[in-house]
């Protein structure tokens, strides 16, 4: 069975791309390892098929189509940035392949207009971002002012257009966006207008090294002590790039965290020990929420062939839906009509470590607090389904 891994190994994405592939290759590996996938009874070795999308949408349909059309690929996975994602997508209606993707893509990919007829996202949506901000803070802090400092392209409107969704069911909150340039190298005029807004929050929408910047600007200009900083979202190979004396005391919204002390819950625990420690042990250090993403999409894939007893498209798609249950290391999921996944707990908030509380540089923060309920997830009408 051959599969297709198509993931930013160069370009904008390569701090990522490679680890996501690499975990991809685990989940496969392993499968080989134990004799390979279970097909109506007969055992059949995992044939991985990997190449680089370059972070270029035109790239990745090239190779795509490459994989397909000459080398009897009928099942991809991939999808380091949202906008290589989405051209995957428009790829894979024209082919018939399925398709997993395993990062965070716009809410329009779940669309019925515009999802190809057998592709998943096992993340979920940019829009989740936002909503899921917007839905913590009011529950757990009760703002009545919010200010959203949002990066201006796809990902940051996506969030933001998330986030004022849900800010229509809080009338008494007088929330402000304000836009930062990608990539640049000073948003003091931003954090400035922000701080005139006199806000109880302020919401850091920005991705990578744009929010090593803003956080370290707004530190050097004391406003944790004047108030409330809120990350939006983060992963550990953002988090480890900025200053522990910065992100001390901050807290992050993150899709799942390698360190789950003080978590009780035995569905989120138990799984989430396991992984990491053969994710360490093969790699050397504890896996990135995405990473971990990557593998469990991998499993989806050889899952959904052992439910089909085919690996052809319509059948695996089809096996899912009619066994939508799964589980992960951040708990248990369950594929919903529109090609995401429903999960136990929607994000973790982590709390900065200062550098003398930290066991190693991936361990920047403690999980202070879960977020549970529908308010990341769209209903599935307003999608079209």
């Known amino acids: 069975v051959k599969v ?28 080989n390892a134990a004799g390979g996938i279970n097909i109506g009874g007969k055992k059949m070795k995992i044939e991985v098929v990997q190449r680089d999308d370059e972070t270029k949408p035109a790239v990745a349909i090239s190779r795509a189509t490459e994989m397909v059309r000459t080398g009897g690929v009928k099942i991809i ?13 428009e790829e894979a209606k024209k082919h018939n392949f399925f398709l997993m993707t ?32 917007v839905d913590y803070l009011v529950a757990k802090h009760k703002p009545k002012r919010i200010v959203f400092l949002m990066p201006d ?29 990608v990539g640049a190298a000073d948003v003091t ?49 953002v988090a480890v790039g900025i200053p522990p004396e910065i992100l001390d005391g901050v807290d992050s919204q993150t899709w799942w965290y390698h360190d789950m002390s003080g978590v009780t819950d035995p569905e989120v625990v138990k799984p989430t020990e396991e992984f990491v420690k053969k994710y360490k042990a093969r790699f050397g250090a504890p896996p990135d929420p995405y990473i971990m993403t990557a593998y469990y999409g ?50 973790w908030i982590i709390r900065g470590l200062p550098a003398d509380k930290r066991a190693s540089k991936f361990d920047w923060g403690k999980i202070v607090d879960s977020h549970s309920g529908d308010a990341f997830l769209p209903d599935v009408k307003s999608l079209g389904w």
């Open 153 to 181: 392209y796809a990902y940051g409107k996506g969030a933001w257009a998330g986030a004022e969704a849900n800010l229509k069911m809080h009338p008494q909150i007088q929330a402000k966006v304000i836009w930062t340039p």
């Open 4 to 31: 297709g891994i198509l993931y930013s190994m160069t370009g904008a994405g390569s701090v990522l791309g490679p680890k996501q592939a690499e975990a991809a290759q685990m989940a496969f590996d392993e499968a």
């Open 189 to 237: 005029a931003q954090l400035i207008q922000a701080m005139e807004f006199q806000p109880d929050v302020i919401a850091f929408g920005q991705w990578g090294k744009d929010l090593i910047t803003a956080l370290k600007q707004a530190g050097e200009m004391g406003l944790k002590t004047k108030t409330k900083l809120f990350v939006n979202w983060i992963i550990d190979l």
């Open 77 to 89: 996975q991939g999808g380091t940035f949202a906008h290589v994602s989405m051209a995957l997508n």
């Open 298 to 347: 991998a499993k989806e894939i050889i899952r959904a062939i052992e439910v089909a007893g085919s690996a052809e498209p319509d059948k695996m798609y089809a096996a899912l839906m009619k066994n939508p249950s799964f589980n992960t290391a951040r708990g248990p999921a369950t594929w919903r009509e529109d090609g995401r996944p429903r999960y136990k707990y929607n994000a």
């Open 102 to 133: 395993t990062n965070g893509v716009p809410d329009s990919f779940f669309e019925k207009s515009t999802k190809a007829p057998y592709a998943l996202g096992i993340l979920g949506d940019t829009g989740m971002v936002g909503r899921g901000t």
